[in-house]
Structure formats: structure tokens, C-alpha cells
């Protein structure tokens, strides 16, 4: 019976050791400071992101309103008004040439072309009326027609690169609006273009 209740006693004091040899586990509170400090750190964060975005937001609006100040400067009353009216050039828009009784667009033309594209692609209320243009030889029907054919694959590649064909008109003179009134190849190679004007600002 004494053994018996050594070992029940035993028994109790091994288990109050394991019991109280258990380490208690420490919660660590997150000081109010702490987290007012994180707050207060995003918030800058936030507000000077924000002041960035602003100032570039300026600096864009500002490089907008010099560029379009520019090209308005460039604007010239065309002498002979279009068929809708006044018209201007631009010496910003550029114009592209032809071979001799061709109307494909060669690889140094679709590299002016790229440019103008760039160039209406900044201002997309502007619309343009594309002129087709021939040199003197063959006759005023065939000419028309060719030139036609110019202004019209001008139309298709400035389309091709993003601009909208509401904004693109087209229209062929023919050989009755020369650049050079000259008859040589000189003057030729001048008047075989498509040119470009500008209907609205």
C-alpha cells in the first residue's frame, strides 16, 4: 500500500515537472508606434508616386501644346482652294514621288510616308486630303486616271500604318497643277508626286 502510493506520488511530481518545464509562448504585441511609422511610410510613398505622375503628366501636355504650335505655324493657305474650300500645306507633311507611269509606293517614299503618319498620328482631328500628281506626258484622261491611282495607294499606306481612312480624302489633277513648270526629266521627276494637304485643323 506505502509502495503503491510512493509510486502514485512519484508519478504526480514527474508529471508537475513536465508540466511546468514547458515553456510558455511569448506573444509579441506590435507596437501602435510601429504601425503608424509603416502607415506614414506608404503614405509618402504613395503621394510622391503620385507628384510624379503628375509632373510627367505636365511635362506630356506641354511637349503637345509646343508640337501643335509648331505644326499650326506650319499651316500655309494653299493658292488654289481645294474641293472643299480653303486648304493649307505643311512643310511638316512631305510629299513622295513616283517612277514614270508607276503608282507604287517605293521604299524611300514609304519612309516619308512613315513620318507623316507619325506626325497625324499626334494630331488625330487633322484630316488630309492626298492630291495625286502626273508629269505632262500622255493625255489629260490617262493622267487623271494615274494620278488617281497614286493618291489612292498613298491613301492605303498611310491606312496600313495606323491612320483612320475617315480622316484621308483623295483627288487627281492630273498634269494641270505642276510643281516645275519646266519640260525636261527634272522638272518630270518633280511633278510625278502625291501630295498631301491639310482640310481641317
Given amino acids: 500500500m506505502i509502495r503503491r502510493?510512493?509510486?502514485?506520488?512519484i508519478l504526480i511530481l514527474c508529471l508537475g515537472l513536465i508540466l511546468t518545464g514547458c515553456p510558455k509562448k511569448t506573444v509579441v504585441k506590435e507596437e501602435p508606434s510601429v504601425k503608424?511609422?509603416?502607415?506614414?511610410?506608404?503614405?509618402?510613398?504613395?503621394?510622391?508616386k503620385e507628384a510624379r505622375e503628375k509632373e510627367l503628366a505636365r511635362?506630356?501636355?506641354?511637349?503637345?501644346r509646343k508640337a501643335r504650335e509648331e505644326f499650326e505655324k506650319s499651316l500655309i493657305a494653299k493658292k488654289e482652294p481645294g474641293i472643299e474650300g480653303e486648304v493649307f500645306q505643311s512643310r511638316l507633311l512631305k510629299d513622295i514621288h513616283f517612277d514614270f507611269d508607276k503608282y507604287d509606293i517605293r521604299p524611300?517614299?514609304?519612309e516619308i510616308l512613315k513620318g507623316n503618319a507619325a506626325?497625324?498620328?499626334?494630331?488625330?482631328?487633322?484630316?488630309?486630303?492626298?492630291?495625286?500628281?502626273?508629269?505632262?506626258?500622255?493625255?489629260?484622261?490617262?493622267?487623271?486616271?494615274?494620278?488617281e491611282r497614286r493618291a489612292n495607294n498613298t491613301k492605303k499606306y498611310l491606312i496600313s500604318l495606323g491612320i483612320s481612312q475617315d480622316r484621308i480624302s483623295t483627288i487627281s489633277y492630273?498634269?494641270?497643277?505642276?510643281?516645275?513648270?519646266?519640260?525636261?526629266e527634272e522638272?518630270?521627276?518633280?511633278?510625278?508626286?502625291?501630295?498631301?494637304?491639310v482640310l481641317s485643323k
Fill in 5 to 9: 502510493s510512493f509510486s502514485i506520488l
Fill in 36 to 48: 503608424k511609422e509603416e502607415a506614414a511610410r506608404l503614405e509618402a510613398e504613395r503621394a510622391a
Fill in 59 to 64: 511635362i506630356r501636355e506641354e511637349e503637345a
Fill in 108 to 110: 524611300r517614299d514609304a
Fill in 119 to 147: 506626325l497625324l498620328s499626334k494630331y488625330p482631328t487633322i484630316k488630309v486630303q492626298i492630291e495625286g500628281h502626273c508629269d505632262e506626258r500622255g493625255t489629260n484622261e490617262y493622267n487623271l486616271a494615274l494620278g
Fill in 174 to 184: 492630273g498634269e494641270e497643277r505642276p510643281s516645275d513648270p519646266g519640260h525636261n
Fill in 187 to 197: 522638272a518630270w521627276t518633280k511633278n510625278r508626286r502625291a501630295q498631301s494637304i
